[in-house]
């Protein structure tokens, strides 16, 4: 049977499985005592092994197995769960999410789990409350876990004879950095560090595979040397991207413990003694498991791989071009029948439009889903209580904004958990309830999405935003004088701008809220701030609906035309010579009781035919920018149009005052101007 068949659908499926584990593990936190989600765990976490039992990846079967008999315990009310818990099977979900990352990249879902497994089965044996204080290598006595090195007799031989004439012999773990990039160079320097220092006899993985980067961050080396413990522990961290090295001295019984094959047989051979009890119902359960998930999907939805998406979006692409272009065409010709079926293919390629549209329209959920456990362990490592509320979910964008919101929504709730929440005893301080809250809210509105980040933090701090904008030569202390406070706010978003007075892992290297504003903008959206002092702050992403088909007003500039997205106007209007108005050199006119600046689009894209100064009356367009207004001269209206956006290319990837050009029914290339870039 050719497994390969399937597997799209396995990973698919786990990465739901998985993503139902994360979810209820975290409900679960919060309801400790409810054991029917408990349930709900297990039976993913079951039909997650048998998938993976099934499909032949038997090191994700065997942790999820693990998993299982401690969730069993639980559910059966024989183990309350406590943090320890919590945090071993969060950690087992980090595992079996990078197997499945690994089988997506073609990879056979290897991974080093000797640590998780022996910390799950502490919890199932019971003695990990007594042990928890130490590395879960060492839980049994004081030594790596049975069986972990898998020695031969001869290196069991070199070994005893070492330890009877007095040599120490050291079980060695080395955890890399997260963050090392050249993980082989790393190993290489170790070894060296090591080889100067004694005779290696074992590692785990083999050198072969340190030298080809096979291993995750850690490795584990059996080591022959005369140094002291802590020296050589001392030695290893020195080296460069080093997290930590954990040298633990063998004796003749820990050698033994560690070399006896029999010992990782015994979990194994339990499991596979277990095994021919599963093996019948293995197959079937996981069919079963699979039929039953499979089977409301089959009678409502099919999944389809998004390149046929993207293809059927291009190709409808091109068929609205040639619909404005025989919608033209009628216009010009004007006989009867040919009208009547352009306005039926009209009719239709518009409903089919809506279809298209809708077929790659994904809830945010997809990328919200990630941030409740991201929330979790930042605010356990700052040590800050905080409650994450998640709102309009299912509130849908499309597949290629979904595939970039991300990152900047990890900088903003990664900004307002470091930066913007205060700590336990802040919060107290300020009369504040211990634990904060972070909500995160998505919602439509007219042709765009809404997407908020708001907490009930310390708020933005204006006086100290202003000094280090000053100081950081942003503006001078005059021009800072006639800020307003929303002016003041929006000085964060500034390059290199950071107003932490220390760097950490979490925020303040003064890379991120800049980052999260060109991103937003290159996706056609804008972002703001408001806060208030000691109230909290809250950061509103506005997003169009679609980047590939927009409405857009078309209109003429001279022998010109241009396009404006119709999502950013808010009004249209005529404009007369005499009621514009002078202000300090700058022309303004009168706008729903408010005065906006007059910006001629003649003069910002130096029209060679138009020049709307000879005019008496001029059109206008009234454009919007989070709360600023703008009203731009134009020569003439053309219409409201169905665009398709193309992108104008690297050549022309420096022209900020347009995001992309369209195909106009009559042949002409139409630049889209980009409203944002009439505000400068």
Known sequence: MDMN?????????????????????????????????????????????????????????????????????????????????????????????????DITGGGEGKADVSEIVAALKSIVKGDYKS????????????????????????????????????????????????????KAARAYMVFNVLEENGEVIKSDPSVQDLEQEKFDRSFTVILISPLEQSALQAKIEAVSEVESAEAIQLDAESLAQLAKPETP??????????????EASRQPAAAKAQTAAAAPAASRTIRVDIERLDTLMNLFSELLIDRVRLEQLASEIRKPELTETVEHMSRIS???QNIVLKLRMVPVESVFNRFPRMVRDIAKSLDKKVDLVITGADTELDRTVIDEIGDPLVHLLRNSLDHGLETTEGRIAARKPETGTIYLRA?????????????????????KVKAKAIENGILTAEEAAKLTPPEINNLIFAPGFSTADKISDISGRGVGLDVVRSKIASLGGTVYVESALGVGSKFSIQLPLTLSIISAMLIKLGSEKYAFPLSSIVETGLIRKEHILNVHGSRMIQYRNAVIPLVSLSKALDSPDFDESAEEETEIIVVRKGDKWAAILVDEFIGQSDIV??????????????????????????LIVDPNAMFQ
């Open 443 to 463: 919602y439509h509105s007219g042709n765009s999405v809404f997407i908020e980040v708001e907490e009930d933090g310390r708020g933005i701090n204006g006086d």
């Open 131 to 182: 042990a928890a204080a130490q590395p879960p290598v060492n839980t049994a006595a004081g030594g790596p876990a049975a069986g972990a090195a898998n020695l031969d007799e001869f290196q069991v031989s070199v070994l005893s004879q070492s330890i009877e004439s007095g040599l120490p012999v050291y079980y060695i773990k080395v955890a890399l950095d997260k963050d090392c990039a050249l």
């Open 350 to 352: 518009g409903d089919l």
């Open 265 to 278: 047989a015994v979990p194994q051979s339990a499991a596979i003694g277990t095994e021919p009890q599963e």
């Open 645 to 670: 956006l193309k992108p104008l290319g690297s050549y022309l990837s420096d022209t900020e005052a347009f995001s992309g050009a369209t195909i106009l029914g009559d042949g002409q290339v139409a």
């Open 5 to 101: 068949a399937y597997l799209s659908m396995f990973i698919d499926e786990s990465n739901d499985h998985l993503q139902a584990l994360n979810d209820n593990l975290l409900q679960l936190e919060s309801s400790p005592g409810d054991l029917s989600i408990v349930q709900v765990i297990f039976r993913s976490a079951h039909t997650l092994k048998g998938m993976s039992a099934t499909m032949g990846f038997e090191d994700l079967a065997s942790l999820t197995h693990e998993m299982e008999n401690v969730l069993d315990l639980v559910r059966n009310g024989k183990l309350d769960m406590d943090a320890f818990i919590f945090d071993v099977l969060f950690k087992s979900l980090d595992a079996l999410e990078a197997m499945v990352r």
